[in-house]
């Protein structure tokens, strides 16, 4: 889900938010988001809306 902070969702939980950048960023709360996608740190990924 789209939420204001990571914190917003359980522990485990992925979030995208808006970061101080104003970018999206992906995190897990109390986890680490790279892992959990399988992704290196500071990738770079493409959003598109499903359909």
Same mark, same amino acid.
Request: overall charge negative; aromatic content about 8%.
């Given at each position: *889900?789209? $939420?204001?902070?990571? &914190?917003?969702? *359980?522990?485990?939980?992925?979030?995208?938010?808006?970061?101080? &950048?104003?970018?999206?960023?992906?995190?897990?709360?109390?986890?680490?988001? &790279?892992? $959990?996608?399988?992704? *290196?740190?500071? &990738?770079?990924?493409?959003?598109? *809306?499903?359909?």
């Amino acid at each position: *889900p789209y $939420r204001e902070t990571y &914190a917003a969702v *359980p522990p485990g939980e992925l979030v995208a938010f808006a970061d101080s &950048a104003g970018l999206i960023a992906f995190a897990v709360n109390s986890g680490d988001a &790279a892992q $959990r996608l399988g992704l *290196p740190p500071g &990738a770079h990924v493409r959003l598109s *809306p499903s359909v």
